[in-house]
């Protein structure tokens, strides 16, 4: 798994796409804060991520979890 943190969430995505090329993913962009719907990938920047940076992502379920968050928001929580 790239490490994606800080990085804007569309090119967070190119990111991942560029390690796993095509294969299905489990992938997940949840608002921890606030709970909003992310619509416009360019509007949101990465904060935290699973599996973590340089962790392999998992061959059985192939979860990727992205938190994001506003950009003018300081913090994930």
């Known amino acids: ?31 921890r804060k606030n709970g909003q719907a992310v619509i416009n990938q360019s509007n949101w920047e990465v904060c935290a991520q699973g599996p973590s940076a340089g962790n392999q992502i998992s061959q059985k379920t192939k979860r990727v979890i992205l938190y994001v968050k506003r950009f003018n928001q300081r913090t994930c929580t």
Do not use: Y
């Open 1 to 31: 798994m790239p490490n994606v943190r800080n990085m804007v969430l569309s090119q967070a995505m190119k990111a991942i796409r560029d390690v796993t090329g095509p294969a299905e993913l489990n992938l997940s962009v949840l608002d």
